[in-house]
Every structure is written in structure tokens, then in C-alpha cells.
């Protein structure tokens, strides 16, 4: 189920299991048979929902997909920056191994280190945009997904 408030989906099987995360409310309405709290924002999530439901409900939808744009486009970013950092390193590591040693690696020289340093950071940040950018990307489907079936009047929960 998705809160209409924030578009927050929630998993019911989830919520049922573990009663701590989420506090069921029993009696909201007559006529709804199971309601829930938003773990988010606090919003009474309900099924049956009327059409202002539906409707904030999109406009939440429309907001986590920009959420999910602006978390990819951090993501390339920082790939990005990793890429850059990658190749820095590479320059380093070869400025290690010296001429005047017959280009043996010197493990001990300040360039190895930078190098070394500069692997690690790239590391770190590839991994960080590679995680934002498929956050981004599965956020935006979700709730792709979700606009299409309120576009269709499918939508049901
Ligand atoms: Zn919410």
C-alpha cells in the first residue's frame, strides 16, 4: 500500500509480521477494512481511497520521481568524479616505477602512495554511484508504474 500523503509503499506482509515498525489502527472508518500509519509522515494510509486521495496520492508519486532523478544524477556524478580519480591513479602508479631504476615498481616512493590513495577514494566513490544511480532508477520505475495505473483508473489497494 502507498501513503497518499507522501507516496511511501509500505508492505503489508511486512507490517503484519512486525508490529513494532508500524502501529495497525483497527477502527479508522466503517466502511475500510485495513488501515495503517505512515512510517514516514505520520498520514493514515487506508484502502478504498476517494478520488482527493488519488490525486495527492499522484502528486506524491510525481515528487519521489523527482527524488529518484535527483538521486541519479548524484549517482553519475560521482561515478564520475571515480572515473576521474581512477585515471589519476593509473598516472600515478606508472610515475612509480622509475626510469632510473629500470622501471622497476618503487613501492616505497611517494607516487605509489598517492596512487594507492587515489584507488581507494575511487573505490569508494563508484560504489556510492553506482548504489544512487540504481536507487534512482528503481524509484523511478516504481512509481512509474504507480502514475500509469492511476492514469488508467487501475489503481486499487
Ligand atoms: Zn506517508
Redesign the pocket.
Known sequence: MY?Y????KIDETKVKSDPTTIAKVEEAKADTSVSYI?P????L?HSNPTEADVKSLAAAAHAEMQRGRNSFASGMGYSLIGIICLLIAIIFLRLAHKPGLNYALQVESSEFIVSMILFVVCTILIIIGIVLVTKGVLQQRKYKVLLDSIQNKTFYQ
Open positions: 501513503c500523503h507522501c507516496g511511501k505512515c514516514r509522515c505520520g498520514h494510509i
